[in-house]
Structures are given as C-alpha cells and as structure tokens.
C-alpha cells in the first residue's frame, strides 16, 4: 500500500472508485459516530425542563454550571491522576515485554507463541477480567490472607479492593496489551543489523536501548498510548466496580447525571471531554504519522 | 495484534535471515546476558498477573451450594452453573446469551465486508481519504458511552425504538470497524501487486481478480479480521449501555449482575463466557494455521 504523491493529482476515476469502496464505511460511520456526537453537541447547548426533557433553546446554562462547578476540577484531576498512573506502568511494562520478546527470545515461532499469549486474554470479556481480582485483593482475598499468613499484617488490607489502588492495577491489566502490540511490531521492524554495527562501533547495552531501540519504537509507542488514553479517559466502569463507588471520573460522573436525566449539564461535560482528548490524541498525532505506519 | 498475522506470514522469510543477525542483544549462541534473565522473570510476572486472577474466578465458579467469592473453595460441584441457567433472580441470562450470540455473528459479517472493502479504496489515494480515515480514528478513540448516549437520544430524536439489532448494532459497528479497517491495513501492505496485475493481464475482470486471488490471498487476515468483530461485538459494553433497548446483551446482564449477585453465579457466567471466546479464537487461529499449511503443501507439491 504504497501511497502516490498527493491526493490533488489523483484522477477524478480514483476519487470515484476510492469513495466507492470506502461507502459502506461512511455510510456507518455517519449515522452511528458523527450524528450522535452532533446530538451531544446539540443537546449541550439546550435548557431542560429537569425532567429528562429538552427545549430546543440556546443557551450556555450547562457549560457554565459544568465549568463553575468545584466537582469538574476534583473529577478531571482524578481521571488524569488514573490516566497518568495507568500509562507510565503499561509504557514501562508493554516496552520491556515486547524488547523481551523481540530482543531476547531466539525462537522466532516461540516469540510468536509467548507474543499470542499476551493477546488472547484481550479477546475475551472486560468485565470478567475486572470482577476476577475480587478473589485476590477482597478483605479475604487471597493477598490478605498470605500477608495475614506471613505475619506481615495483623488485620487485613481494606486499601487492596474498592479504591484508587484497585482501579489502576484493573486498567494496568486490561490495557498493557495496547502498549505490547504496537511497540512490539515496530521493534520487530529494527534491523538488527543496525544494532550490531552499533556493538561493533563501542556501543554499550544502554546506548543501544537509548539511541536506537527507543527512538525507533517511537511510533509504537504513540499508538499506545492513543489507545491507552482514550481508553482510560473514556472509561467509567472500571472505575465504578473497583473504587466501590469511592472515586469518580469524568465518565462516570456523566453516567451519574445521565442516571438521573440530567443530559445538557452530561452532555457539556462530555464536549468539554471529547475536546481534551481530540487535544490530546492531535499533539501525539503530530509526531507520528499513523496512516503511514500502520500500511508501511 | 494485527502484528501476529503480518509476522505468521513473515515466518519463513526471516528465518534464514534471523540466525545471524539477532547476536547483537541476544546472542543466538552461548551464554545469555543478564538482561535475559531480568526481563524474563518480568515476562513470567506479567503473564502470570494476567492470567493468574482469571483462573481464579474460572476454580471458584466450580465450588458447591455453600460456595462463596473468595477462596478456600468449598466443595466442587456444577451448582451454580445450573443455578445460572434456571434462577430467575440471576435475570435472563439465557436471552442475553442469545441475543449477544446473534448480534456478534451479524457484526462479524458486516465487519468483515465493509473492512475489506474499506481496505481496497485505502490502497490508492483520492480525495478526501484522509478524512474518512480521521472520522474512523474519531469514531475509535470517542468515549464509548457519550457515542451510546448520543445515538440513544438520536433514536429517541427520530421517533425509532432503541433495540439490539438496530442501535446497538450500529453503535458496536462503530466502535468494530476501525478495528477491522486497521487489521486489513496491515494486511494489504503485505500483498504484493504483481499477482492483481498478472490477474489483470490475463484478462481477469475487477470482481474475478477480487474472487479469484484477492480472497484466497488474503484469507487469513480476513478471519482476523472477523475475530476481531466477533470479540469486540461479543464483549462490548459501553457503546451498547444506552442502546440496546429493553433487552439486554450479554456483558450489560454481567453488568447488572456485578451490582446485585453476590454468589459464585457471577464467576460462572465469566467462565461460560470466557470458554466461547476461546472457542471462537481457537477456531479462528487454527483456521488461519490451516490455510498456511495448505498453502505450504501446495507449494511444495
């Protein structure tokens, strides 16, 4: 999928066979991405009569209730203190997973059997992966109760299950595949040609890592981290089920409000959200052109 | 994970090439560096953390009528598994199986047609391709709940009943799609063009090409790419929370369970559903292995 110069130049038949292919995908992706979030856009902007209700007037009522509202500051500098959280210990864990894989396993069908591994837990339900730390981190979890064995506590950890601490390692479980992935297929992609002209010419096992191996994966890890963030960003049931309804998040607070019929003030919050995160997902978009490194 | 299919077709190449080549970190003979033995230990740790409480749930949900959610296990017996399909408290849980069944299998189909198409009309550039490529990244990184709520409302908006096979049919396709075009990106780029051209210069017309090699060629990835739209439909929770109507899907049943069942019936629900995700993925990886040894032994041959 070699990409031709410019899409100025393209024949006016490749515009027409392009647009026909790709149709079908518009023709989802219009009705079931655009127009709900023009909805969004759109019911942000109307007064509600309470009641579920909307009145089709302008009005900037719910950003100026959402934006003088101490609890948007508190709920955003929560669900950056998780997404940071999350994204520093799926980039360290996702990047040495896969130099392991790449790097260290001599086998390539091994690497690829270890590498399937890591994907199949992704194929299967979030939910239940979520719910599976009950046995483990729960009052009498099983962490408790070899820690209470050991003699290392006399009661058991209440901070394990139902707080801030089961909320990251939950997301740290489900989401260090999206680091694994992206970061492993462009390190598989270095010559490693590359690197032994680097040992030949004096080069230390870290400066390999450091001018090498981490600018070339560079890529991958943005990708990454789009996934990893939006995600988390994104989220609200991980947060609802593992804080045990201790901590919030923007998400979760704009499922509370939808709860309880509140949609202009919801849909604000979500505008405010969505523009964060365009923010975001734009300024790492910028240093990698994904397009290019996904067909490449 | 489209990685996985592009380095099974990678395999053979870099064989011949690896042997030598990867000395450099890792050397392929001798003794291994103590960076092996450090990242290994991190390896096992990380792959005993992901399956390690899943397994957990998976022992537990086997325990007998005095069974409770943490260990150590009381009795073994298949009790709540019967408990799950008969009690009526556990809500519709048979329904929702049902219906989640159903609805994977039809974003599968659409998933994997309009993914592939998608990927032929992305080879070439024309107008306005960046775009519809943006809109997709959009669609993928949306907060999933915010998209549901929007639909949701829209529905409401144009007077139409919010249901599984319509609303949340499309909402899950926007959240697959992406997915799927992704996937077949990674798979195209490894197609090679010769064999579309000698297609054409044999007097292949468009469609004949597409059937007679593009298919074949591709088939691999494009049972990834159902596996994909499988999974993701098959678990998907928030983009279907506020559209699935009044019946549920299987995940928002899990959900609702997670809020007021507090009996190993929930861990039994996670172990049925967790064995069709590895049935369906078995099938799909085996059906991809299959093909390649075809391929290999007709080459041979």
């Known amino acids: ?296 | 994970m489209s990685a996985v299919l592009a380095d099974i077709h990678k395999t053979d190449m870099s064989k011949s090439v690896g042997s030598a080549a990867t000395k450099a970190i890792a050397p392929s003979k001798g003794g291994r560096p103590w960076t092996f033995y450090v990242l290994a230990t991190l390896f096992s740790l990380y792959v005993i953390a992901l399956y390690g409480p899943m397994f957990c749930i998976y022992i537990l949900s086997f325990q007998d009528i005095r069974g409770g959610l943490v260990f150590p296990m009381k009795g073994h017996s298949l009790h709540w598994f019967v408990d799950l399909f008969t009690q009526v408290r556990t809500g519709d849980v048979k329904g929702s199986f049902d219906r989640s069944i159903k609805l994977a299998v039809i974003v599968t189909a659409i998933t994997v047609v309009v993914s592939f198409l998608a990927g032929l009309g992305f080879r070439k550039r024309f107008r306005g391709d960046t775009f519809v490529f943006y809109m997709m990244i959009g669609s993928l990184v949306a907060p999933g709940l915010v998209l549901g709520l929007g639909t949701g409302l829209l529905f409401q908006a144009l007077g139409l009943n919010a249901s599984w096979y319509t609303s949340a049919l499309g909402a899950q396709l926007s959240w697959t799609l992406p997915f799927g075009v992704l996937v077949m990106f990674a798979v195209m780029s490894r197609f090679n063009h010769v064999w579309e051209e000698a297609a054409y210069d044999l007097g292949a017309s468009r469609w004949q090409s597409i059937r007679l090699v593009m298919i074949p060629v591709l088939a691999p990835g494009l049972v990834a790419v159902a596996l994909f739209g499988f999974t993701l439909s098959y678990d998907e929770f928030a983009r279907s929370l506020q559209t699935a109507g009044s019946l549920n899907t299987l995940p928002l049943e899990i959900w609702s369970m997670t809020l007021n069942v507090t009996s190993p019936s929930l861990y039994a629900l996670g172990t049925v559903t967790t064995i069709v995700s590895f049935v369906v993925i078995g099938a799909s990886l085996g059906s991809i292995v299959l093909i390649q040894k075809k391929r290999g032994s007709s080459a041979k041959a």
Not at chain 1, 236 to 242: G, R, T
């Open chain 1, 1 to 296: 999928m070699q990409p031709s110069p410019s899409s100025a130049q393209a024949p006016p038949r490749a515009n027409l066979a392009g647009w026909l292919y790709v149709s079908p995908l518009v023709l989802v992706l219009v009705p079931f991405f655009v127009a709900p979030i023009l909805v969004v856009l759109a019911a942000s902007f109307f007064a509600t009569d309470g009641f579920g209700g909307l009145t089709p007037e302008f009005t900037l009522a719910s950003y100026v209730e959402v934006l003088h509202s101490a609890l948007t500051l508190k709920l955003y500098l929560a669900t950056i203190k998780f997404t940071v959280l999350t994204w520093i210990f799926t980039l360290i864990i996702g990047f040495f997973v896969a130099y392991f894989l790449v790097f260290h396993v001599r086998n390539q069908l091994l690497a690829i059997g270890l590498f399937l591994l890591c994907t199949v837990p992704f194929w299967t339900s979030n939910i239940i992966r979520m719910i599976s730390w009950i046995p483990l981190l729960g009052k009498e979890g099983l962490i408790n109760q070899a820690l209470l064995a050991l003699g290392v506590i006399r009661q058991p950890l209440e901070v394990l299950l139902f707080s801030d601490l089961a909320v990251v390692i939950a997301y740290v479980h489900q989401l260090t595949i999206f680091m694994i992935v992206p970061i492993f297929n462009s390190m598989a992609r270095i010559d490693k040609k590359l690197i032994e002209a680097a040992i030949d010419a004096g080069a230390s096992r870290f400066d390999i890592l450091r001018l090498i191996v981490v600018p070339m994966s560079k890529s991958g890890i943005a990708l990454g981290t789009i996934f990893v963030v939006s995600i988390v960003m994104g989220d609200f049931f991980v947060v609802k089920v593992m804080s045990g309804g201790g901590s919030a998040s923007v998400v979760s607070a704009f499922y509370e409000d939808v709860g309880v019929l509140q949609y202009p003030t919801a849909a604000a919050s979500a505008v405010l959200l969505t523009l964060v995160l365009v923010a975001i997902v734009s300024l790492i978009l910028r240093t990698v052109d994904i397009r290019q490194e996904i067909t490449r």
